[in-house]
C-alpha cells in the first residue's frame, strides 16, 4: 500500500550539491513524520535527516550545516538538499514513512567523487 519513489541521485564532485526527491502515495502524506536514510557498502543503514508532519528538523552530526529536509504536502514529496558533499556521503539514499518503516523504494544512489 505505502509507495515511496526516490530519485535525483548521480555522480557529484566532493563540494558539489544534488537534490534527492522522494514521492509517496499510500498514506495521508501531511500526518506523518519523514526520513531520509542512507547505506553505504558494508555499513549500518542510518538516520541522517527527519522532518515531523509540522514542519521541524533534525540531522546527524554528520550532516548537519550541509544538508536540509524539506517537504510540499501538496506534491506528497520530502526533498533533501546536499551541499559541500564529500566522498563519505557515497550511499544509496531511501527515504521513509516514520508510522511505516518496513515500507522501502528502491533508493537512489549518491556517488561523491573525483
Known amino acids: 500500500q505505502v509507495q515511496l519513489v526516490e530519485s535525483g541521485g548521480g555522480l557529484v564532485q566532493p563540494g558539489g550539491s544534488l537534490r534527492l526527491s522522494c514521492a509517496a502515495s499510500g498514506i495521508i502524506f501531511r500526518l506523518h513524520g519523514m526520513g531520509w536514510y542512507r547505506q553505504a557498502p558494508g555499513k549500518q543503514r542510518e538516520l541522517v535527516a527527519r522532518?515531523?508532519?509540522?514542519?521541524?528538523?533534525n540531522y546527524a552530526d554528520s550532516v548537519k550545516g550541509r544538508f536540509t529536509i524539506s517537504r510540499d504536502n501538496a506534491k506528497s514529496t520530502v526533498y533533501l538538499q546536499m551541499n559541500s558533499l564529500k566522498p563519505e556521503d557515497t550511499a544509496v539514499y531511501y527515504c521513509?514513512?516514520?508510522?511505516?518503516?518496513?515500507?522501502w523504494g528502491q533508493g537512489t544512489q549518491v556517488t561523491v567523487s573525483s
Open positions: 521513509n514513512v516514520d508510522s511505516y518503516r518496513n515500507y
Open positions: 522532518i515531523s508532519n509540522g514542519g521541524s528538523t
